[in-house]
């Protein structure tokens, strides 16, 4: 499932407090996924590492209660103890079977030790697939049962939804609209230490806003997605010179209009970029106006993208001539 599917049907679990686990390969994004619905609920969020936890660390510390005459478990302070939320267990298969029996009881039972979880909280676990070649341990049948399974893939267009709302460097947006398989390489085939996914682009984005010297770039690019695509998304970056003055095309409609197909990439991730940070209707109008002249397949795919972002372009009578223009290709 792509991750706006994962998000509908995760959201509706979460309501009916139904416990899921969210399966997929490193880095691409299932915490954040899971802590965004959390975010839009306007509900807690409990995030637990089980791999790096003892079973004490879940069941509590046993203290002699002197009233009572019996030994009782202290839970521990991070488990939730009011409201609403997710207590999101990541890495739950990647944990020892010690710790995982004790998750257990917490899943089957809403319960370990002495605490109880309330009952607004739901529980969403999540972990790699063993055919991913990480430390993981085969989860217990009867464990498994207690949960909805999904799994999560990597999806072009979700990406390229996400890395503009969260403001990505318009650079890595284009790359990666320029060569789409470079967003996700993870072969667990080969042991590579650096190889591409939506989290490791997201350091790139960091890396190229760190303010590091160029001459630097190579390296710290290549640590997080392999040198040799570091090699290559450096050598797309630099068509960057070529773009014509975006701030004028958003101003005027008019401008040049490139021919160099990845210079058309970066224009339109550069163009898509500005009218999402400031979607004055006069923007709006002259990006469209500006892409009439375009060729077609980036007219659409920045219609498409600002649409996605959430754009109303429905009332313009400019889109209404683009529409005119360009309805053969959405037909």
């Not at 284009?174 to 390489?185: H, M």
């Not at 390296?219 to 392999?226: F, K």
């Amino acid at each position: 499932m792509r991750a706006s599917e994962i998000t509908e049907s995760l959201t509706a679990m979460v309501r009916q407090k139904i416990p899921a686990f969210l399966w997929g390969p490193p880095g691409i994004g299932k915490s954040s996924v899971v802590r965004q619905i959390a975010e839009a609920e306007g509900i807690g969020f409990v995030d637990l590492r089980l791999s790096l936890m003892d079973p004490t660390d879940l069941k509590g510390i046993p203290f002699y209660d002197k009233e009572a005459h019996s030994a009782l478990w202290a839970p521990p302070a991070f488990l939730p103890r009011d409201a609403n939320g997710i207590l999101f267990l990541d890495e739950l298969n990647s944990a020892p079977p010690a710790v995982q029996a004790s998750a257990y009881q917490l899943i089957l039972d809403r319960r370990v030790g002495e605490y109880e979880l309330p009952a607004g909280w739901a529980i969403v676990a999540a972990g790699n697939r063993e055919n991913d070649r990480g430390v993981v341990y085969r989860m217990p049948a009867p464990l498994a049962n207690r949960f909805v399974h999904l799994e999560m893939e990597v999806h072009l267009d979700d990406w390229r939804d996400w890395a503009y709302r969260r403001g990505v460097d318009e650079r890595v947006i284009a790359y990666i609209g320029y060569k789409n398989s470079e967003l996700f390489t993870f072969d667990p085939t080969l042991n590579e230490k650096s190889f591409a996914t939506p989290r490791s682009w997201e350091f790139v984005h960091n890396i190229l806003l760190s303010g590091m010297g160029e001459h630097l770039l190579l390296d710290a690019i290549g640590g997080a997605v392999g040198r040799e695509r570091a090699v290559d998304f450096l050598a797309f970056a630099k068509v960057m010179h070529k773009l014509p003055d975006l701030d004028a095309i958003l101003a005027s409609g008019e401008g040049e209009h490139p021919e160099e197909v990845e210079v058309l990439y970066a224009l339109s991730a550069g163009l898509v970029a500005k009218v999402l940070a400031d979607p004055a209707p006069a923007r709006v109008d002259n990006l469209l106006r500006y892409t009439l002249e375009l060729q077609s397949e980036f007219a659409v795919m920045i219609v498409q993208d600002l649409k996605r972002g959430g754009v109303v372009m429905d009332h313009s009578d400019v889109f209404g001539e683009w529409v005119n223009r360009f309805a053969y290709l959405l037909a």
